[in-house]
């Protein structure tokens, strides 16, 4: 049976490629997806997305994923440093996930330096552009 990832995208996300250029570079997220799925292709995983501006329906969207992905890739976006629902959602779904950002929060405000996701995820990728999501899909597949 193929691997299968869930990447899933917090608040904002939906705006790259207008957002903060400079910051979050000119991709898309679309284009950032579509790299992501000939790469888990070239792997020999299945992989789906997800996006939402919303806290309830990240929550939602962990919880479905529990018994049904191998591994999460989850940029949370500002949820990241304070959401514990997002926390809680991803102990119980018991899927491993990797915590990811395009820029490197340590060099950015302070407020930025502190996850409450960090503790009940597997690792963290931060700083990498769009390939932090390779990277963490990479990683995501090398698990046993
Ligand atoms: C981000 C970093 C967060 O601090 C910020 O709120 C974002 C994007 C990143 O990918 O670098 O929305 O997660």
């Known amino acids: 049976m193929p691997k299968r990832i869930a990447v899933i995208n917090g ?8 957002r903060e250029v400079d910051v979050y570079g000119v991709q898309n997220l679309e284009t950032i997806n579509a790299g992501l799925k000939q790469r ?9 997305f997800f996006q939402s501006n919303g806290e309830g329906e990240l929550v939602t969207f962990i919880q479905q994923c529990r018994k049904r992905v191998d591994g999460i890739v989850l940029n949370a976006g500002a949820y990241t440093h304070y959401s514990i629902a997002l926390r809680d959602a991803i102990s119980a779904a018991e899927v491993p996930a990797v915590e990811v950002h395009i820029s490197n929060v340590y060099k950015r405000e ?10 009940v995820c597997i690792g963290v990728i931060s ?6 999501y390779v990277l963490a899909m990479e990683a995501l597949l090398r698990l046993n």
Do not use: C, K
């Not at 608040?11 to 207008?18: D, K, V």
């Not at 888990?40 to 789906?48: Q, R």
């Not at 302070?110 to 503790?119: D, G």
């Open 127 to 132: 700083g990498f552009g769009s390939d932090s």
């Open 11 to 18: 608040p904002n996300l939906n705006m790259l490629g207008q």
């Open 40 to 48: 888990a292709h070239e792997l020999g995983a299945d992989i789906e």
């Open 110 to 119: 302070s407020f930025r330096h502190t996850s409450v996701l960090a503790p």
